[in-house]
């Protein structure tokens, strides 16, 4: 797999490689014994960007993230700042702060000690400690905080104190390690919206892990998806989302229905394909891999009772209603699959026989089936 992208830089695209402005990944393996963790890695983050490695447990997402900040060194590739070779460097050396799971507060100091400790590691002078903190406490509302221990304080404000500890050292590029798992749903909610505004309220540089679909598409320019030790995907939410490359993102992100299909003619745009739901018809900018590929389509793509092409009738199995929509799951040779319905008042989508249509431009092709 190609694992270098081109990406819109600065109004146009720089061809086949991607020219760095903060951090530069290039061909980043590493090997844990025989075990390979990450293979082969090329991707960029530019300048006041938030770029979230997203994946599941064991993808490579935090050993990408170890190496960025120096905690390991790769087993070949090379790892820029700014076009500056920090490969070998330690983390000390190297312009990045850490916000980690745990939040690592030191559970003797204030909160202002705290938020003062790298500062005065860094022998920073009395009069710039204060220069840099007294808005960072103010924007995250820490005044009433200050003489607090860490104990004192809740998961959110935990959390703000961690943060502040890294924005006061002004680092080239902050670093977050799946910092909100330890707090409740509403929590996440409101501290990740509270993240991504301090983010771009400072142009921040900005390198975020998470396993949370959720997380990556409220709060990311770009997603990095990882599977495996290898990057299926970079794409913004938007991008990765409604137009997956992969089977494996498809699902990943989201819900899809994932079937194998069989090309059997093409023209310009449209192409034909054979699938186990019937003769389909889809519209994409994309060429085939294959004869024989995978396609999908999100489940809110259905059009209840379209007219349309790629018409579909079935017998529902079970339904679950959601409140402003309903899920309706029917099965076809042993697979489930969902589709989605915005609620209709007063309608009854519980029937014995449901039809649907899917418009070409939502189904999307995605690898050849091996």
């Not at 022998?123 to 400690?129: D, N, S, T, W, Y």
């Not at 990311?220 to 990057?231: E, F």
């Not at 029917?330 to 989508?349: M, W």
């Amino acid at each position: 797999m190609n694992n270098t992208y081109a990406k819109p830089y600065k109004g146009g695209y720089a061809g086949g490689r991607i020219f760095v402005s903060a951090i530069e990944v290039s061909g980043v393996t590493m090997r844990f014994s025989a075990f390979t963790a990450l293979n082969n890695i090329s991707a960029t983050v530019d300048e006041g960007e938030f770029v979230t490695l997203l994946g599941p447990s064991g993808c490579g997402k935090t050993t990408l993230l170890k190496l960025i900040s120096g905690f390991l060194h790769p087993t070949s590739g090379t790892i820029a700042m700014s076009g500056n070779d920090i490969t070998r460097l330690p983390p000390e050396a190297r312009d990045t702060a850490m916000c980690f799971q745990s939040y690592a507060l030191f559970p003797h100091l204030t909160v202002k000690e705290n938020l003062r400790f790298g500062l005065r590691e860094k022998r920073v002078p009395a009069g710039e400690q204060r220069r840099r903190l007294d808005p960072v406490i103010a924007q995250l509302g820490l005044e009433p905080q200050l003489d607090k221990l860490p104990n004192q304080l809740s998961g959110g404000q935990q959390q703000r104190v961690a943060l502040g500890r890294a924005l006061v050292m002004q680092p080239k590029v902050i670093l977050f390690d799946e910092p909100l798992s330890n707090l409740d749903a509403k929590l996440r909610e409101i501290v990740r919206v509270e993240i991504r505004r301090i983010q771009q309220q400072n142009n921040l540089t900005a390198i975020y892990v998470t396993h949370d679909q959720a997380e990556a598409l409220a709060m990311s320019d770009r997603i990095v998806i990882l599977n495996s030790g290898k990057i299926e995907q970079i794409g913004t939410p938007r991008q990765v989302y409604h137009e997956p490359r992969t089977s494996f993102v498809a699902d990943f992100i989201g819900s899809a229905n994932v079937i194998d299909a069989v090309v059997k003619s093409g023209e310009g745009k449209t192409w034909n394909v054979d699938t186990p739901l019937g003769a389909l018809e889809l519209h994409s900018e994309r060429q085939p891999a294959g004869r024989h590929i995978k396609i999908a389509w999100r489940p809110e793509a259905a059009v209840l009772n379209g007219n349309g092409p790629n018409r579909i009738t079935v017998r529902p199995s079970h339904s679950s209603f959601q409140g402003s929509y309903t899920d309706i799951f029917f099965a076809s040779n042993d697979r489930e699959f969902r589709v989605q319905f915005r609620e209709i008042q007063g309608e009854d989508l519980s029937r014995e026989e449901l039809a649907f249509s899917i418009p070409p431009q939502q189904l999307k092709l995605l690898e050849a089936v091996a």
